[in-house]
């Protein structure tokens, strides 16, 4: 069964850059069937997508957080990563990594259980 | 890109049915059959529901539906069960620069 488990700092000082990885197991991040994404939730709001890589390298970043957003992959660890630039208090969330279809299809089918980020000096 | 527009709650006796519209554009709801929406109890992940506007994962009860008119999605819950009392969320596919556009969110209450 494939699960997802996002790890990190929960504690990041504001403008510094916010790094978070997410493991991949029972299953293969290599797939040619699946792209791997991060949403996040700031508290009590709803959700925003971040962005989303394919095991190739390949990336689509939501626009509105393009310029800071960098998404890789390692594939040799299973896991992919997210990295945010230049925090402030409104990328406060829970951050959440998911899969879903590389192509012909959208929805995000498998999700982690998320890891809770907060931006405080 | 905004957010898909969700009424912020909407509540229902056990068994009765609740309906839960998700609006958006014809860049996004409108223009694509890949709405899916999402179960979100507190302090849980987001679960899959139904995808691609009407069809549901194994294992997600029939009491789930979901339709699509014009620039407008919808949820029923048929048979509303306790265990439904939570967040629900939609989604759209918003075009290959933005890809993913999430809604407003909906709390659903079992009174």
């Known amino acids: 069964q494939l699960q997802l488990q996002e790890s990190g700092p929960g504690l990041v000082k504001p403008s510094e850059t916010l790094s978070l990885t997410c493991t991949v197991s029972g299953g293969s991040i290599s797939s040619s069937s699946y792209y791997w994404g991060w949403i996040r939730q700031p508290p009590g709001k709803g959700l925003e997508w971040i962005g989303s890589?394919?095991?190739?390298?390949?990336?689509y970043y939501n626009p509105s957080l393009k310029s800071r957003v960098t998404i890789s992959v390692d594939t040799s660890k299973n896991q992919f990563s997210l990295k945010l630039s230049s925090v402030t208090a409104a990328d406060t969330a829970v951050y959440y990594c998911?899969?879903?279809?590389?192509?012909?299809?959208?929805?995000?089918?498998?999700w982690g259980k998320g890891t809770t980020v907060t931006v405080s000096s | 890109q905004s957010a898909l527009t969700q009424p912020r709650s909407v509540s229902g006796s056990p068994g009765q049915s609740v309906t839960i519209s998700c609006t958006g554009t014809?860049?996004?709801?409108?223009?694509?059959?890949?709405v899916s929406w999402y179960q979100q109890h507190p302090g849980k992940a987001p679960k899959l529901m139904i995808y691609d506007v009407s069809k549901r994962p194994s294992g997600v009860p029939d009491r789930f539906s979901g339709s699509k008119s014009g620039n407008t999605a919808s949820l029923t819950i048929s048979g509303l069960q306790a265990e439904d009392e939570a967040d629900y969320y939609c989604?759209?596919?918003?075009?290959?620069?933005?890809?993913?556009?999430f809604g407003t969110g909906t709390k659903v209450t079992v009174l």
């Open positions: 014809s860049s996004d709801v409108g223009g694509y059959n890949y």
């Open positions: 998911a899969r879903h279809p590389y192509s012909g299809d959208y929805y995000m089918d498998v």
């Open positions: 989604c759209s596919y918003a075009g290959s620069y933005t890809l993913y556009v």
């Open positions: 890589i394919y095991y190739s390298g390949s990336t």
